[in-house]
């Protein structure tokens, strides 16, 4: 199979897009030669075929990875990782225009929230570029005749499995603060979205990354995925995905090597507007909080619950809200909602839509598909929910959301935290005591003020409860990615 091929899109012309397996800086088709079709999920059309990496290749990427953490990326400066970081953002921003197209192309998300995702992918990977040369240790005082000291030291090669929703921003999540802190990489993309990942691994080696450092693959969770999980030379996995996913691979890293794991799966994000909201305000960023990326978040605030006073007007005034977001090709500039990502997940959540009429909710609006062709669902809102329901229980990861109303501050703290999920949740008020005291009481890893979805690569992200392990982003992401060395030095003299 050839190793590019040429794809065009609306907005950039004719490109080149590579197809295969990058690793140790080059293009290789896979062993057993395998491939799979990319599906644009506006048209339902196949985009392009592109490599498979199967068991025998995740060996190959593991070695070189292995090579190059023993080896030359060893002896690179931490200084240096910097400056390679910084150039990788640099010619990232170059292609903004490139790397967006492709994006929408093969996710279906709006051509101008992909062009934001490009923004934070490269303010992502220039902030870990900065902390390159600022990885510290301590000495320890423990005794007049001993020098004790710590070394953070990276883990060794990593693999980093990612989800279709946020393909690229996912990817400068994971490599950021790996790469910043000496480590090397297998990443897999996901099966549904390998096309801009592909094309970032040009720039990799045009940043001048030594070989086997950032090894890139496409390929399938039960091969490739389930390969580098219980690989016996991957240190650390690093997974974001669904929470069922999330204890396979922990059950894999358990019964192999005991790589360290880290996880950042499913929410169901409850979002609590008070009285005292400004509704204009409030009504914006509750829209925002469940449509934004089609409802695929694993932040998405899915379960929204307004305090009686307002509770009327609010319904009202969001149902209008909801059915004038622009639904359709995301190649327009007006375009806020595109398709969901494949058919499987169409049909995922148009059987939650089913559930919850059967289950006796109301469907204030929305509940079916938009348009004839593509993964397109309008935006879709239930009230009379009650808390037993599916729809008000499991992860949609659509543009579907529930509404309840509620009466006591006390009483949407606990229906908010009754949930096995703990990613996110936030809280829409005037009053500043409602604001914290509601915030230090849900069990989420994130919360929100007066506001909805608004991550910054400066703050740590991540889940309580079945959400994950570990923090991504801030400072705190560098904790994924090193580990602790204690070297204690007796100095000359009598031994006791
Ligand atoms: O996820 P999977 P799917 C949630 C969301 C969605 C559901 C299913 O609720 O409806 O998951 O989506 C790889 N070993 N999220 O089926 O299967 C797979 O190849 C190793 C939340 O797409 O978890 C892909 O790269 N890896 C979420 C990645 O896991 C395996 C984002 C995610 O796929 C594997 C996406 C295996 N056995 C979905 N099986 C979030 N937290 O943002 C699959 N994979």
Not at 15 to 23: M, N, S, W
Not at 99 to 124: F, P, Q, R, Y
Not at 180 to 199: D, F, R, W
């Amino acid at each position: 199979m050839p190793l590019t091929t040429t794809l065009k899109t609306p907005v950039t012309g004719p490109y080149e897009q590579p197809t295969g397996l990058f690793i140790n800086n080059e293009w290789v088709e896979g062993v057993d030669k395998k491939t799979f079709e990319v599906i644009n999920p506006s048209t339902e059309e196949v985009i392009c075929s592109v490599s498979e990496a199967t068991e025998k290749d995740v060996d190959i990427a593991v070695a070189a990875a292995r090579k190059s953490f023993e080896g030359e990326w060893r002896k690179v400066t931490p200084q240096e990782r910097g400056r390679l970081l910084y150039k990788l953002a640099d010619i990232a921003e170059k292609n903004t225009d490139l790397l967006a197209a492709v994006e929408s192309l093969d996710n279906g998300k709006s051509i101008t929230m992909a062009k934001g995702d490009v923004g934070a992918v490269i303010g992502c990977l220039r902030y870990y570029a900065g902390y390159a040369d600022k990885i510290e240790g301590k000495t320890i005082d423990t005794n007049p005749d001993t020098f004790a000291y710590t070394r953070s030291e990276p883990i060794g090669v990593c693999a980093q499995i990612i989800p279709w929703n946020f393909p690229l921003l996912m990817f400068a999540w994971k490599i950021g603060p790996a790469l910043c802190t000496g480590n090397t990489i297998v990443m897999k993309t996901a099966e549904q979205t390998p096309l801009s990942a592909l094309v970032f691994a040009n720039f990799v080696k045009e940043a001048g990354f030594p070989a086997g450092v950032l090894n890139i693959i496409s390929g399938f969770g039960k091969v490739a995925g389930a390969a580098l999980s219980s690989h016996m030379d991957v240190d650390k996995i690093a997974f974001t995905g669904s929470t069922l996913i999330g204890r396979t691979i922990m059950k894999a890293a358990a019964s192999s090597n005991l790589k360290k794991v880290t996880l950042e799966l499913g929410g169901k994000s409850p979002n609590i507007v008070f009285d005292d909201a400004d509704i204009e305000q409030t009504i914006s960023w509750v829209n925002f909080g469940i449509y934004f990326n089609h409802g695929q978040c694993c932040c998405a605030g899915s379960r929204i619950y307004v305090q009686e006073g307002i509770y009327d007007k609010f319904i009202a005034a969001f149902k209008k809200r909801a059915e004038q977001n622009t639904v359709g090709d995301p190649f327009d500039n007006n375009t806020f909602q595109g398709p969901q990502i494949s058919q499987l997940q169409y049909d995922r959540i148009m059987h939650y839509i089913e559930e919850g009429k059967k289950a006796g909710a109301t469907c204030e609006t929305g509940g079916e598909r938009h348009g004839d062709k593509g993964y397109f669902i309008k935006p879709t809102i239930f009230s009379d929910v009650t808390p037993d329901m599916k729809i008000m229980q499991e992860e949609i990861f659509g543009p579907v959301c529930t509404v309840t109303k509620f009466k006591t501050e006390d009483e949407v703290v606990a229906a908010g935290n009754d949930s096995t999920y703990g990613l996110a949740a936030a809280v829409h008020t005037r009053d500043l005591n409602t604001a914290i005291r509601v915030s230090n009481n849900l069990r989420a890893g994130t919360v929100w003020v007066n506001q909805y979805n608004m991550l910054s690569h400066q703050l740590p992200f991540g889940g309580y409860k079945e959400s994950g392990i570990g923090r991504e982003l801030g400072e705190a992401a560098l904790a994924n990615y090193t580990q602790n060395k204690t070297v204690s030095m007796r100095l000359a003299g009598p031994l006791f």
